[in-house]
């Protein structure tokens, strides 16, 4: 029976989720500098309406706390890939209140 278990322990270990703790996905906070980029991303995301891992609010400047990107041409903090299926992350787009609940 545990030979049986392990691999499926293997599978769920491999998934993983945005930390609501430090607003982070596998080490990378989700706040601060974001660059799109079209391949090699640190990140790949979703744009969902419902049930999304984080809140992200698109600012100009100051992209402190959690959630709140600023988009930029060069020195980003982490680049993401935004993608139609197989998302690390899920991401809704909001005016007001980002960040991961």
């Known amino acids: ?10 599978i769920l270990a ?15 906070e989700l706040k601060g500098k974001v660059q799109f980029v079209e391949s090699f991303p640190d990140i790949k995301i979703q744009y969902v309406d419902s049930f999304p ?15 709140e990107w600023q988009v930029v041409e060069s020195f980003p ?9 197989f ?5 809704q787009v909001v ?3 980002p960040g991961v609940k």
């Not at 029976?1 to 293997?10: D, F, G, N, Q, V």
């Not at 491999?14 to 990378?28: H, M, N, P, R």
């Open 77 to 85: 903090d982490f680049k993401v890939q935004i993608v139609t299926s």
């Open 14 to 28: 491999g998934l993983s989720t945005v930390s609501a703790a430090d607003c982070s996905f596998k080490g990378i």
């Open 95 to 97: 005016d007001s209140f």
């Open 1 to 10: 029976m545990i030979a049986l278990a392990h691999p499926i322990l293997s």
């Open 87 to 91: 998302p690390d992350v899920k991401v």
């Open 53 to 67: 891992d984080i809140k992200v609010k698109f600012v100009e400047s100051f992209p402190d706390d959690c959630g």
